[in-house]
């Protein structure tokens, strides 16, 4: 039976890895992001530099702590990845590969503002989701069963019986020529990703997506899905 090759139990990211290995051109944009926030790198990896994927998790650490009463200058942005060093919530080493100025880029961003302004936002949102077999395997030909997708959403901003879902991403986009062919490329990489998020957040929080954007800290794109 198919069941015994595919997990009944998938993360998105296992998902999204999934479809690139079926995906040709899956190298032209690599996903960064990971959701543990080790404080302790191995010893035998301390005099190396941090590679991307540790600076993305160090960025949504710092995300995920962030004081918007306090984002209006760079200083600000400085004081407060260096107030989470000192409490211990990111290592020293994590503080100084951070990009202050992209976060603090992000503030001042539309979708910055739409955060500062809202009156709910919740951060770093655990979510299980089931989905039919049939939905994410086109090779699927056995009897259709339910695949449990769990994950985690970066950011949601609440408004009454709606909701807004923000995604980051750290990774690099200077190989995109033009900011169409980066929104193309990126609902093609991460559209069935946030379909999902929108599917778990309305069905387990009987709440409307209204919207649901990506923000790519290098270049400052935002793209709405």
Partial sequence: RQSTVY?????VTELKRKMQEEDPYSQSFTATKTKDFP??????????????????TATHAVMQNLDYQFVSSHEEIIDQINSLVLKELITQEQGEAVNSLEIFEFCQSQLGQLVINSNQNLREVPFSYGVSTNEIYKDWED?????????????????????????????????????DVLKQEA???????????????????????????????????????
């Fill in 143 to 179: 009897e259709e069963e339910v695949v449990l997708i769990q994950g985690i959403i970066d950011l949601l901003l609440i408004d009454g019986d709606e909701i807004i879902l923000i995604d980051y991403k750290t990774d690099r986009t200077g190989a995109f020529a033009t900011s």
């Fill in 39 to 56: 404080l302790e790198r191995p010893k035998f990896m301390s005099e190396q530099k941090m590679n991307s994927a540790e600076k993305g």
């Fill in 7 to 11: 997990r009944p139990k998938q993360s």
């Fill in 187 to 225: 609902i093609r990489r991460y559209g069935v990703q946030l379909d999902l998020y929108s599917k778990a957040i309305e069905a387990g929080m009987d709440k409307k997506v209204k919207a649901k954007y990506l923000y790519f800290f290098d270049g400052r794109h935002i793209v709405e899905l």
